[in-house]
Structures are given as structure tokens and as C-alpha cells.
């Protein structure tokens, strides 16, 4: 059973920059497409960012274009997320969820994932 961790979110001051990591400790990750996705309260659920498993493809809202960038450590089993510039309303739960999907079932994103972790609060308030 695959078991996602986010960590690194807390609180940050508007402009700050906080990276955040995602990893399996009994499921090497080099074969799953990982997406990063937040919801604030009261709001749904939003995709922020995923990569494809070999990282060769990524893709970002734009919402966050340009301040949050994906990148995968296949060798530590981990995905990151870097947000800089970040913003009062970038305040949310962060999740990170992973889908099988080998290179062979093509190099985009999937559009659903199947494994979720508990997030990680990002709190952007000065």
C-alpha cells in the first residue's frame, strides 16, 4: 500500500519561501506521477502542480506560474514543491497524491490520482 508524507509547510511571511517534500517509505515513487494539490477553507480542492515519473513533463497552475516549481529526487524517493513569492492566499493544506504511470503510458500527467497523503499546512500571514 502506497503511504505518501508531505513535510515542510508552517508559517511563512508574504514574499517568504518554503519547499516541500513528499515521500513513500515502502514504495519506490520512480514509476508514480506525483501531483501537488491544496485547498484553503471554505474552498475546493485546487491542482497546484504535478510531474510526470520520469520528470520529464510538469505541469503548473497559473495561479502559481512562475513562483512554485515541481522537481522529483528519483535517488531519495522524494518530490518537492519550491514556493517562493509566496502569498496570503497561497495559505492552504497541502497535499501531494501519486498515480502508477510508467513512462510507457505516455510522459503528461494523469488526470486522476489514486493515493493521497494527510497534507502539510502552509500558513502565509505576516
Known amino acids: 500500500q502506497l503511504r505518501l508524507v508531505e513535510s515542510g509547510g508552517g508559517l511563512v511571511q508574504p514574499g517568504g519561501s518554503l519547499r516541500l517534500s513528499c515521500t513513500a517509505s515502502d514504495v519506490t515513487l520512480d514509476e508514480y506521477a506525483i501531483g501537488w494539490f491544496r485547498q484553503a477553507p471554505g474552498k475546493e480542492r485546487e491542482g497546484v502542480s504535478c510531474i510526470s515519473s520520469g520528470g520529464g513533463s510538469t505541469f503548473t497552475a497559473d495561479s502559481v506560474k512562475g513562483r512554485f516549481t515541481i522537481s522529483r529526487d528519483n535517488a531519495k524517493n522524494t518530490v518537492y514543491l519550491q514556493m517562493n513569492s509566496l502569498k496570503p492566499e497561497d495559505t492552504a493544506v497541502y497535499y501531494c497524491?501519486?498515480?502508477?504511470?510508467?513512462?510507457?503510458?505516455?510522459?503528461?500527467?494523469?488526470?486522476?490520482?489514486?493515493?493521497w497523503g494527510r497534507g502539510t499546512q502552509v500558513t502565509v500571514s505576516s
Open positions: 497524491a501519486a498515480r502508477f504511470w510508467p513512462v510507457a503510458y505516455g510522459t503528461n500527467c494523469p488526470t486522476n490520482f489514486a493515493s
